[in-house]
């Protein structure tokens, strides 16, 4: 069985194709991978038989893990992930890392906006390692729904504050001034890296993904609107593109008040993370 599927996600163009049929059957199953390869000959029921096959074709459709099984993985914690929904990546675990490292080294009752919270896991991961109160954005209404779903599967509802927002059009004039620390990882792709985006990420909101102006437009919306929000030395930090640096601190020198700047690299040593101080 497993070799037929392994031969279906090859054709289908999906590397490590065998691999993937042994995970998919895991999670099916709801066990390990390691369990798989240990009851290799064993037989299969017909149940079972029958959701593997179903999985397959949907991998075989270049649909995502994540999305075959509405569940993905970030930071330790399991979340519910749909199309309405981006799939949460390794990189921005680093920047909640970096977040989380900030937010731990001051007092007080702090403040956390999170824009475009999509499923969630950036704010419910901040709430877990740190003490912080989060309000979380997200300009999709059913995106806010899978996020308050999973807030409240991992008991982070108390600390979190949904609010269906554009940015920052729906915050009232009771955030003016309000927030520590300002997060986000917002869309950043431009139209001529999507066009040659690998087939799974086509299948996640175009929305969350893509922003005009070189993938610019959000970031820069951001930027400019945060020192209205932010208190006084309040701090950004944003996951940014791959080859967006040189343009983002342009734009920064030139439109937005700061007192400090620094870039963080990810596991692939580029510049991924924004870190500004205003």
Do not use: H
Not at 136 to 158: C, F, P, W, Y
Not at 162 to 176: C, G
Not at 209 to 217: E, F, P, Q
């Amino acid at each position: 069985m497993l070799s037929w599927a392994a031969n279906r996600l090859t054709e289908a163009g999906i590397e490590n194709a065998r691999c993937e049929a042994e995970y998919i059957f895991a999670a099916g199953k709801e066990i390990s991978r390691n369990q798989v390869l240990a009851k290799l000959s064993r037989p299969v029921d017909i149940l079972s038989e029958e959701l593997f096959r179903k999985n397959i074709e949907k991998r075989g459709q270049r649909i995502p893990f994540g999305y075959i099984f509405n569940r993905a993985n970030f930071m330790g914690y399991d979340l519910k992930v749909t199309g309405d929904t981006l799939i949460p990546r390794p990189e921005t675990e680093i920047l909640v890392e970096e977040a989380a490292k900030y937010l731990k080294s001051k007092e007080g009752n702090l403040k956390v906006l999170d824009i475009g919270t999509g499923s969630g896991n950036i704010a419910i991961a901040i709430a877990k390692f740190t003490s912080a109160q989060i309000t979380a954005t997200d300009i999709s209404a059913r995106a806010l729904k899978v996020a308050s779903e999973n807030s409240g599967m991992q008991n982070a509802d108390v600390r979190i504050e949904f609010i269906q927002s554009n940015l920052y059009k729906s915050l009232t004039a009771d955030y003016l001034n309000y927030f520590d620390l300002i997060i986000s990882n917002p869309p950043y792709v431009n139209l001529k890296e999507y066009a040659k985006i690998q087939p799974e990420v086509k299948k996640e909101p175009k929305n969350a993904l893509v922003a005009s102006g070189k993938g610019l437009g959000v970031i820069k919306k951001i930027l400019t609107g945060a020192g209205n929000f932010l208190k006084e030395r309040g701090i950004i930090f944003m996951e940014i593109g791959y080859n967006q640096r040189k343009d983002v601190e342009k734009f920064i020198t030139e439109k937005v008040k700061f007192t400090e700047i620094e870039f963080i690299k990810d596991y692939e040593k580029i510049d991924r993370i924004l870190k500004l101080t205003l």
